[in-house]
């Protein structure tokens, strides 16, 4: 018999909770700050973000083969770290909720300081670039279905 996939609950950054930890969620964000060496991405969306654990779904030579300027793809055409070298360009993530302290990286000065719990992160099993998200829509939709507070957007 086949296994069954646990679906991801889709919410946005700004009603997460620790209630949350341990949930299968997919959310999306702007990404603020990608550090290579830890695999952390910092997620970013109004005025809350959240710290992003991407060691799991990163493909180390797949990522090599994109800062590469002599390929014109990457080796594995299925693999798409393309979302590491842009910043602040909204991506997916899905992942699990987990709690954990890891140090919040160092943001650009003209940023300001965004609403993080340096108590919980998501351990991403996907991250993939979500070009033609309307964040207003998604959080209207996502208001209608009951999943998140109302929040006045944009911020």
Wanted: one cysteine or more; a negative charge; charged letters at 20%.
């Amino acid at each position: 018999m086949p296994q069954r996939v646990e679906h991801a609950t889709v919410m946005m950054l700004d009603s997460i909770t620790e209630d949350d930890v341990g949930r299968k969620l997919r959310v999306a964000g702007r990404m603020l700050t990608y550090d290579p060496e830890s695999a952390h991405v910092l997620l970013h969306d109004a005025s809350s973000a959240l710290l992003v654990d991407a060691s799991l779904c990163i493909d180390l030579e797949a990522m090599h083969s994109v800062f590469d300027s002599s390929s014109d793809r990457s080796k594995n055409p299925n693999v798409d770290h393309g979302w590491a070298l842009q910043r602040k360009s909204y991506v997916w993530v899905v992942g699990y909720l987990e709690r954990a302290d890891l140090p919040i990286p160092i943001l650009p000065a003209y940023l300001p300081a965004p609403d993080i719990n340096p108590s919980i992160f998501m351990r991403a099993l996907i991250i993939s670039p979500a070009k033609d998200l309307d964040v207003v829509r998604l959080h209207t939709a996502l208001t209608a279905m009951g999943e998140v507070p109302p929040t006045p957007y944009p911020i």
